[in-house]
């Protein structure tokens, strides 16, 4: 079967087909030797490139032979992760500190490359509860950045859009339709955010559908943790984290006291929420399917939906469990009430994308939390946080 496969899709069978583990990543990784092994293959725009997911893809996309330009205006990220990148792959990207929102600049990076076959949308402003305070700001930040990026891409010959969205989506599922497909109902969103995501999968939707000569992937992401085997590169959230996994290993290393578990009573196994949590590299692994799907012409609709996770739900307590388990430290934690907004349970089902992109997230949970723990170790050594 995997001989009548193109090469691109097949490097997505094959490298998920690989075993992969931290310790395994650590040994192939620790010398980079991209450079001479690969051929390039078109040249792919990242914005957002410098951010958690963003950088992780950016290796990956380099690792098969991509050439990559990052725009990001560094609003929750900084310049030196381009050094990391450089460090891990032995390749330097291109940077341009650009905000997506300026339209005259963003089409200086194009005319510039003048050849981008391909963009991944990652630029956004991603906090829920920020949007609630500041709404205008997200929708701003969000969709005009979208719009600019589409506006652009058929004067130059850019073939594709992949986009960062969100298994938000999906709000709560009914019980009947979990794990999610992605043929469950939309609900209505709970925050400016959220709505963000929503409408600028329309927004792809209707200038497809107009008849622009673009073609797109939206990719449902579930919740991505973990950093990158080498340590270079990881995630770096400003201020307090509103992310659990960030909170966690800040507990444990001793610069929070204690992690709040928001919630024991829901109705689920042991009362707490339960979402799917997917390796970094893994989803990085998935935009580089969905990338070769697009430049390959593989596509069965202009514009494909994937959910990217991993089909196990885990619970707070269960993941806690699992952390202390893989790391030997004791956690801090207490139960408090609910979070406001909190969906009680949901996780992918991840067939589509398993079996039409060719892309399996391969890494186990114990794996990935041990990638996060080390990664808050590098940091504490580096003096960063
Ligand atoms: N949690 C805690 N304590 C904390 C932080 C989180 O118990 O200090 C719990 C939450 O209640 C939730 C789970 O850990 O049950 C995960 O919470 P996160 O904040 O890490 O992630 P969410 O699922 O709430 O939201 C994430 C992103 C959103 C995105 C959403 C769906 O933060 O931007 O996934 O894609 F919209």
Sequence with gaps: MAEHRSSAVFFCFEANLSPFSVAFAKKILSLPDNKNTNKMKGTILVTGGTGFIGSHTVVELQSVGYKVVIVDNLSNSKKEVVDGIEKISGIRPDFEEVDCTDFAKLEAVFAKYGN??????????????????????????????LINLLELMPKYGTKGIIFSSSCTVYGQPDPENLPVTEAAPIKKAESPYGNTKQVNEEIIQDY??????????????????????????????????????????????????QLSVFGDDYDTPDGSCIRDYIYVVDLAKAHVCAMARILENKQNEPVEIFNVGTGKGVSVLELINTFEKVTGVKLNYKI????????????????????VLGWKAETSLEDTLASAWKWQLKLREEGIQ
Excluded: C
Excluded at 344 to 355: L, Q, R, S, T
């Design 116 to 145: 981008i076959d391909g963009i991944i949308h990652f630029a956004a402003s991603k906090a829920v509860g920020e949007s609630v305070q500041k709404p205008l700001l997200y929708y701003r930040n969000n969709i005009v950045s």
């Design 336 to 355: 408090v009430g609910r979070r406001a907004g909190d969906i009680e349970k949901v996780w992918a089902d991840p067939k589509k994308a398993n079996e």
């Design 208 to 257: 497809v559908h107009s008849g622009a000569n673009v073609r797109a992937i939206l990719l449902r992401y579930f919740n991505p943790i973990g950093s990158h085997p080498t340590s270079i590169i990881g995630e770096m959230p400003n201020g307090v984290p509103q992310n659990l996994i960030p909170y966690l290993t800040q507990t444990a290393i001793g610069i929070r006291e």
